[in-house]
């Protein structure tokens, strides 16, 4: 484990010897990121909501020089879920469930 949302475990982190760390830009995170500068370069990014994945990728993309990979990605993303549209609209309507999972554990 890597500690939680208020308290990582900075001697954890540093020994994965990361060259950069990434946080939410949520005020809690942001003001819990000062000890883990001893260990490497902190940036902050849009904290993931289901509004604002594609902002998260490629701002972290962006971050690591791989601006290109994103943008490959979010079309092949948008052409697969495009197909899917176009096969579900030819199906009978129906019932439909959607189950989101989150791992909260610390």
Known sequence: SIGTTTAPSVETIAAL????VLIPDTPVFVRGAEP???VAAVAAVPAVTSDDWR???RAVAALVGRADVAETLLAAWEERAAGLHEQFAQRPPGEVSVARFFNNSA
Do not use: I, S, T
């Not at 010897?17 to 950069?20: G, K, S």
């Open 55 to 57: 902002a998260v990728l």
């Open 36 to 38: 883990l500068l001893a």
């Open 17 to 20: 010897q990361p060259d950069l």
